[in-house]
Antibody, heavy 119, light 113 residues
Framework: QVQLKESGPGLVQPSQTLSLTCTVS????????VHWVRQPPGKGLEWMGR???????SYNSALKSRLSISRDTSKNQVFLKMNSLQTDDTGTYYC?????????????WGQGVMVTVSS | DIVMTQSPFSLAVSEGEMVTINCKSS????????????LAWYQQKPGQSPKLLIY???TRQSGVPDRFIGSGSGTDFTLTISDVQAEDLADYYC?????????FGAGTKLELK
């Protein structure tokens, strides 16, 4: 069955780089798009960026200078790297699958990984 | 970037009531190619990942109760929940996927009165 699972450090120091991994199963990264969405504690959802099935990427303009999304199709993994972390980057980070054929929507989500930025 | 203005921020309701959540986009989400509005509604319960309720503004996802109704086109959209049940108490978000960057509304918290 389709699954996505985020992993990474729970605590990151300010100014450091966050590295997260989304490991997927039940589908191919060359057939579906995978997006990253984050949520500060008690706040709303923010779209961060996406890895397209063909390897193209798109980013939230507010994060673009700090954010990089890549993948390893042989390992079924999508990676998020974001540098110069600040305390307001604290939150839950989700990876989610977006359908490539109509109808279009986020159909599966990971459970999320909580990241705290603190010294 | 397309700005999604969602209202209200919170709603206090009793079971059995009907509620309406609004979402307005700063530009049209209607695709001229297929006449679909690229607007979805998600429900998020505490400690859980978001769950798709409605896509293309008005199509209910399989398994979603028919008390959830999406409507609207262009720039103005509405999620109506008729006969609210205790299990519907959650946060609700609209999402536009018409153009990058995708953007969510700020969310609406549905609480028990």
């Amino acid at each position: 069955q389709v699954q996505l699972k985020e992993s990474g450090p729970g605590l990151v120091q300010p100014s450091q780089t966050l590295s997260l991994t989304c490991t997927v199963s039940g589908f191919s990264l060359t057939s579906y798009n995978v997006h990253w969405v984050r949520q500060p504690p008690g706040k709303g959802l923010e779209w961060m960026g996406r890895m397209r099935y063909n390897g193209d990427t798109s980013y939230n303009s507010a994060l673009k200078s700090r954010l990089s999304i890549s993948r390893d199709t042989s390992k079924n993994q999508v990676f998020l790297k974001m540098n110069s972390l600040q305390t307001d980057d604290t939150g839950t980070y989700y990876c989610t699958r977006f359908t490539t054929e109509a109808p279009h929507y986020f159909d599966y989500w990971g459970q999320g990984v909580m990241v705290t930025v603190s010294s | 970037d397309i700005v999604m203005t969602q209202s209200p921020f919170s709603l206090a309701v009793s079971e059995g009531e009907m509620v309406t959540i609004n979402c307005k986009s700063s530009q049209s989400l209607l695709s001229s190619g297929n006449q679909k509005n690229y607007l979805a509604w998600y429900q998020q319960k505490p400690g859980q990942s978001p769950k798709l309720l409605i896509y293309y503004a008005s199509t209910r996802q399989s398994g979603v109760p028919d008390r959830f109704i999406g409507s609207g086109s262009g720039t103005d959209f509405t999620l109506t929940i008729s006969d609210v049940q205790a299990e519907d108490l959650a946060d609700y978000y609209c999402l536009q996927h018409y153009s990058y960057p995708y953007t969510f509304g700020a969310g609406t918290k549905l609480e028990l009165k």
